[in-house]
């Protein structure tokens, strides 16, 4: 059975860091991309990053670029998003999706189409107060 699941959400105060993780089963890691989308309420669904777990490849929506960091450990079959100097306007429901297909089609379409991935997580809050 495929599984992903989030950790590490939380309440966190404007300026701060919080550090996600994405813990899969169920599929052969190495070979899929993983991705952090997130949702705030009444907003569509956003890419944020991914990573490639077979080259290491990492990519970032460019207001994230500099803040967030995603790193992989595949000997744990994680993934982690390191966020950093935390705004509200970063809250909403984190989600960690994977897919197999990703890196057949432009890197550009990788935080832009959440149909490119596979299986998807069931997400963790994060909350960022000012």
């Known amino acids: 059975e495929v599984q992903l699941v989030e950790s590490g959400g939380g309440l966190v105060q404007a300026g701060g860091s919080l550090r996600l993780s994405c813990a899969a089963s169920g599929f052969t890691f190495d070979d899929y991309a993983i991705g952090w989308f997130r949702q705030a309420p009444g907003k569509e669904r956003e890419g944020v990053s991914c990573?490639?777990?077979?080259?290491?490849?990492?990519y970032y929506k460019d207001s994230m670029q500099g803040r967030f960091t995603v790193s992989s450990d595949n000997a744990k079959n994680t993934v982690y998003l390191q966020m950093n100097s935390l705004k509200p306007e970063d809250t909403a429901v984190y989600y960690c999706a994977a897919s197999l297909r990703l890196t057949l089609y432009d890197p550009s379409y990788y935080l832009r189409l959440p149909s490119l991935y596979d299986y998807w997580g069931q997400g963790t809050q994060v909350t960022v107060s000012s």
């Open positions: 990573i490639s777990n077979s080259d290491g490849s990492t």
